[in-house]
């Protein structure tokens, strides 16, 4: 009776393993379920993703799961990874993928991406070379970056009866902060106005003055080889100078120093708390679009998008934002069925998922045009890549652009303008570092603790000392 | 009914594990009579247990894994000896951030202690049963609130524009810029550790009180005894317990202040108020170094149980 018992016991624990692999024998072309882990590429919300997804297997023939991380992003996608779950995509930017493919954490995707014909005929060569590692890809595209440029308020501007079509120097912007903060103090009452506003974590804004003296954030090679950060080079000190100066005389908001962007974006369009900022192409559309559905649009808020100072050799110098891409992890499941999913993003077709959304839900196709739904334009055509960075690709199909964004975008292709990234040392740069050192030199010179030629040298030593510069 | 397995005679004074001289009944067999007969209230154990060895332990070796290997994300990590305990230790980042974690851990430790323990005897002198409990939920609510939002509301009332500067300006008096000024970094980040946590110990410190026995006072009282030698005598050496319980508590955290900083740092004051817990993140976390980030935390642990252990021997915790 006992044996028995136990007889049936076992039986009935292996009977569904049996099953399973009974089944499994017929299945003779398993479905390949591609995983990706993403961050600001998707829907909106869990439904819109859902929606995202199935129009990505559709356009792949693949079957897809796309988990969106809201927030957080960089944390959660340390744990899953160090826990070892899989993925067959991971979105990433820049320096993550200097970090991953120094631990050997992402594929070598050098070959893959040289030999496709999908990026050979929609991206930039150039693009490419911006994301070389020692010569090698690691990623693939997610969108074209663009780059923070100096935003003004005309509306504000114009009242005080500034061209800003003559504001060519550190002096003419100096001069033009000064007669802004007397009339809004003087006139509008509104004491103390501080016109500026410099988003100082991680000195990120900081390019167009910059520019003045033709330099550049980040760490390069020179031509023996040897590391160097231009903004700790003597030739930097007028423009440290020039932001002391700025917060000294109170034109330079302190909360530069403390706020966050957001807060620098709604005094730039809310509350009109400042008149002039650096901030992407994109967000001078933004500014106007936000004041337009606030009502405040052209007459209390009005933003244009400038190039900033030319340097000596004639050009105006602008940062292209870190790339943002999507790599294959080195323990894929899946990896030719993820590269597709990266050659489809490149294609004008992916990036119009990527930008105008789903088809149905976002927008729909009259006469050959897209038409967007209320949805659709809620959505500000961005589902992961407002410029999307096939060639091939025609901005136009995404009908009016926010006031602004086109002329601002358009200043960086003009003859005068070099947008380029800051520089990674070739993926070397502790980003991390670089940017507490350099913010910490700069708050202290700006707010007066130290004389500027002091904080370039007390800078350069601390790199030096990191071997961040040789 | 006394126990068969409690308090046997010829067990009483064995150490663990050992055996009586011709007897056959050891310590660990006694424990395990012990388990058998309290069985009910074992398996009551077993999810905290879990719990514990999933969530706390099972991490914990994982970390201390990871602290000696490589830095890698993915597949095998080989072992990299002390190679990150090296680098970490001769970061002067890691230094300063000692320094920092010191200062404020010990100085908050100090007023944390010393303040709640005065709000304690302050709130324990009030008479009115309605203002006492008001005033012990007012000190206590701000424990409630999150760091963000302390963070938040600090700002609001340091910023440039904020209510301490406009009170400033009322009188005449510049504007001074709070949450940047260096020299006032650390005692900002204490006031808002001390305006949250207060409260908290103080009603810690307010329970014990409320646990003493009311003759003492009675007979103090016909003794002639004044409040204030009533709290000398009476009240204060009957808080003795809860004192070093705070105390060992308190030391636990010395080196662990992360979230009050992560919502105050700023460019111009991280160079005084960045702590250890706040250098692992970065280091670690941020730019995906598991090995150093789990290297530094391993120190921090092991400053935390030295420290925790000193005021522990301090305090003759584990004495009556």
Redesign the interface.
């Known amino acids: 009776m006992k044996r028995s018992i136990v007889f049936l016991l076992v039986l009935a624990l292996l009977a569904p393993v049996m099953l399973f692999a009974a089944g499994s024998s017929e299945q003779k072309t398993p479905v390949q379920e591609i995983r990706v882990l993403s961050s600001v590429t998707g829907g909106k919300d869990e439904a819109e993703n859902k929606l995202f997804e199935e129009a990505l297997e559709k356009a792949t023939g693949l079957s897809i799961t796309l988990e969106k991380v809201p927030s957080g992003y960089?944390?959660v996608l340390?744990q899953k990874?160090?826990a070892g779950e899989q993925y067959d995509l991971i979105y990433l930017n820049q320096f993550?993928m200097y970090?991953?493919a120094s631990?050997?954490?992402i594929a070598d995707l050098t070959d893959r991406i040289e030999t496709s014909a999908v990026y050979r005929d929609n991206v930039s060569p150039d693009e490419l070379d911006k994301i070389r590692m020692n010569g090698k890809l690691y990623a693939g595209f997610n969108k074209l970056e663009v780059f923070p440029l100096v935003n003004v308020n005309k509306a504000i501007t114009d009242k005080v009866g500034i061209d800003l079509s003559k504001l060519n120097t550190l002096d003419d912007y100096y001069n033009m902060l000064k007669q802004v903060k007397q009339y809004m103090e003087t006139v509008e009452g509104r004491k103390?106005y501080y016109p500026f506003f410099v988003y100082?974590?991680d000195v990120w804004d900081l390019q167009p003055w910059f520019s003045s003296v033709g330099l550049r954030r980040g760490v390069f090679f020179d031509a023996n080889g040897k590391k160097y950060a231009p903004y700790v080079d003597d030739a930097a000190l007028p423009v440290w100078q020039w932001l002391r100066k700025l917060y000294a005389e109170g034109l330079m908001d302190?909360?530069s120093?403390?706020g966050k962007t957001g807060d620098m974006r709604n005094k730039m369009w809310q509350s009109q708390d400042i008149v002039m900022d650096s901030d992407w192409a994109a967000w001078t559309g933004l500014y106007n679009n936000n004041a337009k559905v606030a009502g405040t649009y052209p007459d209390k808020v009005d933003v244009v998008g400038l190039p900033g100072i030319k340097g000596p050799d004639g050009v105006y110098m602008l940062e292209q934002g870190g790339a943002s891409l999507w790599a294959i992890?080195?323990?894929a499941k899946h990896p030719d069925a993820a590269f597709s999913i990266i050659e489809y993003f490149a294609t004008p077709e992916g990036g119009r998922l990527l930008s105008a959304g789903i088809e149905g839900t976002d927008y729909v196709v009259k006469d050959g045009k897209l038409e967007f739904t209320e949805t659709g334009l809620a959505h500000g055509k961005d589902h992961g890549a407002p410029f999307p960075i096939s060639t091939k690709f025609d901005l136009n199909t995404l009908g009016t652009m926010n006031p602004g964004v086109r002329e601002s975008v358009a200043i960086g292709k003009r003859a005068d303008v070099v947008v380029a990234p800051m520089g990674y040392a070739d993926g070397q740069l502790?980003a991390?570092?670089y940017y507490?050192i350099m913010?910490?030199w700069?708050?202290?010179c700006i707010?007066g603790?130290v004389q500027a030629a002091d904080a370039i040298k007390g800078a350069a030593a601390e790199l030096r000392?990191k071997g961040i510069i040789d | 009914m006394v126990s068969p397995d409690v308090g046997m005679p010829d067990c009483k004074d064995s150490g663990p594990g050992s055996y009586e001289k011709g007897g056959v009944v050891s310590m660990d067999t006694q424990t395990f009579r012990k388990m058998r007969r309290y069985k009910a209230l074992y398996i009551l154990f077993i999810p905290i247990v879990l719990y514990l060895l999933v969530f706390t332990y099972y991490p914990f070796v994982r970390g201390l894994v990871m602290s000696f290997q490589e830095?890698?994300?993915?597949?095998k990590r080989p072992f990299a000896g002390l190679s990150n305990y090296a680098k970490v230790v001769a970061d002067?980042?890691f230094i300063a951030s000692i320094v920092n974690s010191l200062i404020i851990g010990v100085v908050d430790m100090v007023l944390y202690f010393v303040l709640a323990l005065l709000l304690a005897l302050m709130i324990n002198e009030i008479r009115s049963s309605t203002m006492r409990k008001s005033i012990q939920t007012i000190a206590y609510i701000p424990y409630l609130f999150s760091w963000a939002v302390i963070g938040g509301v600090w700002?609001l009332i340091f910023?440039?524009?904020g209510l301490v500067n406009a009170i400033l300006g009322f009188f005449g008096q510049e504007?001074v810029?709070f949450?940047?000024e260096?020299s006032l970094a650390r005692p900002l980040i204490i006031g808002m550790g001390v305006w949250r946590s207060v409260g908290y110990f103080a009603l810690l410190f307010s329970v014990a009180i409320v646990g003493i026995d009311p003759t003492l006072f009675e007979a103090a009282k016909i003794d002639g005894a004044s409040r204030l030698t009533q709290i000398r005598k009476i009240i204060i050496p009957s808080l003795s317990g809860t004192m070093k319980t705070i105390i060992v508590l308190l030391s636990i955290g010395v080196l662990t202040h992360f979230d009050e900083i992560y919502v105050m740092v700023?460019?111009?004051n991280?160079?005084f108020i960045s702590t250890l817990l706040l250098y692992v993140y970065?280091?670690g976390?941020?730019?995906?170094?598991?090995g150093t980030a789990s290297a530094g935390a391993t120190l921090v642990m092991i400053g935390t149980v030295l420290i925790a252990t000193v005021m522990r021997r301090l305090t003759r915790y584990d004495e009556e």
């Open positions: 960089d944390q340390l990874l160090g993550q970090t991953f631990q050997g954490a103390p100082m974590t302190p909360a120093f403390t992890p080195s323990n502790d991390r570092q507490d913010s910490k700069m708050s202290d707010m603790k000392s | 830095n890698r994300l993915i597949g002067p980042d700002a910023d440039i524009k504007a810029f949450l940047a260096t700023n460019p111009a991280r160079r970065e280091t976390i941020l730019n995906f170094r598991m």
